[in-house]
C-alpha cells in the first residue's frame, strides 16, 4: 500500500466549500430580502401569496430585482416548497488604484491586498464616476457586495480623514 503524504494533496486555496446558497420555505420570505430566480441573486420587491387551490397549495408570486445588474425576475413557488437564498455579503474596501484592464486595486482596515474586482458593467456610467472619482486624488471607500461567486462594486464614498 502506498504511503500517503502531505504534499499529494494541492491546498493552494483557502475554500472551506461552503455553498453560495441556503434553502429556505417559500412562504418565509419578505420583502427587502434575498433570494434566486433562475440562479440570479435578487432582492425581493414585491411578494403576493394566493389562496389555496384545487391542489392544495397556496402559492407565493414573486417579484425582484437581479443585485448585480438591476434585471426585474418573477416566479411562482408553492409556499411550502423550498427557495434558494444567497448568501450575500457587504465589504467596504479602500481604493488604492485602477489598473488600466479596469481592475481594481482594493485594500482591507487591515492593510490586505485585493485586485480581483473590476469596475461594474451596471448601473451604465457608473465605472467612469469611479476613474472620474479617482482621477481627483483625493481618497475613496468602496462597498463591494458579494453574492453566488461574484464580487461588484456597488457604492463609492470620499474617506473623511
Given amino acids: 500500500m502506498a504511503e500517503v503524504s502531505v504534499d499529494d ?11 453560495h446558497v441556503m434553502n429556505s420555505e417559500a412562504g418565509q420570505i419578505r420583502v427587502g430580502g434575498h433570494m434566486c430566480i433562475k440562479d440570479h441573486p435578487c432582492k425581493v420587491s414585491q411578494v403576493s401569496t394566493s389562496k389555496t387551490g384545487k391542489h392544495g397549495h397556496a402559492k407565493c408570486n414573486f417579484t425582484a430585482i437581479d443585485i448585480f445588474t438591476g434585471k426585474k425576475y418573477e416566479d411562482i ?3 411550502t416548497h423550498t427557495a434558494q437564498i ?32 473590476k469596475l461594474p458593467p451596471y448601473p451604465d456610467n457608473f465605472a467612469r464616476e469611479i476613474q472620474t472619482a479617482f482621477n481627483t486624488g483625493k481618497n475613496y471607500s468602496v462597498c463591494v457586495v458579494s453574492a453566488m461567486g461574484h464580487d461588484q462594486v456597488v457604492s463609492i464614498k470620499e474617506e473623511t480623514a
Fill in 9 to 19: 494533496y494541492d491546498f493552494s486555496t483557502g475554500d472551506a466549500g461552503a455553498s
Fill in 86 to 117: 444567497p448568501v450575500v455579503k457587504r465589504q467596504e474596501f479602500s481604493l488604492v488604484d485602477i489598473q488600466d484592464d479596469g481592475f481594481l486595486s482594493l485594500m482591507t482596515e487591515g492593510g490586505e491586498m485585493r485586485e480581483d474586482v
Fill in 77 to 79: 413557488i408553492p409556499s
